[in-house]
């Protein structure tokens, strides 16, 4: 599915989610967050960069440079969205085989961190 990350210590058809997040710009994980499907990435992963991420944004603002924080809210929300969504795939509280249901939160969850700029 992620033909922009090849490699990387992975073998043919394989691909490391925490990676995808790290190294691919920030409109390629917008989209991954939003369009990939169910169990593309996995909970640790998108707790350990969202939390990575937003230790760097906390600096990045923090430094009184002017740099924007739409993005920023974007990915952080789209990640924590996306957690929620699979917490509740895995609770069986939501439906997983339907297509774009963890999009969904992870487009929800990027609209309530943008209201809460």
Not at 10 to 27: K, M, R
Not at 75 to 83: M, N
């Amino acid at each position: 599915m992620f033909f922009t990350f090849p490699g990387y210590g992975c073998s043919d058809g394989e691909y490391n989610d925490l990676a995808v997040l790290a190294f691919n710009p920030q409109g390629f994980k917008i989209q991954a967050l939003f369009a990939a499907p169910h169990k593309t990435f996995h909970i640790s992963s998108l707790f350990i960069y969202s939390a990575f991420y937003y230790f760097l944004a906390a600096i990045t603002y923090g430094a009184f440079i002017p740099s924007g924080l739409f993005t920023v809210s974007l990915i952080f929300g789209g990640c924590f969205g996306r957690i929620w969504a699979e917490v509740l795939l895995i609770m069986g509280a939501i439906d997983g085989s339907e297509p774009g249901i963890v999009g969904m939160y992870a487009l929800l969850g990027a609209g309530e961190c943008l209201l809460l700029l």
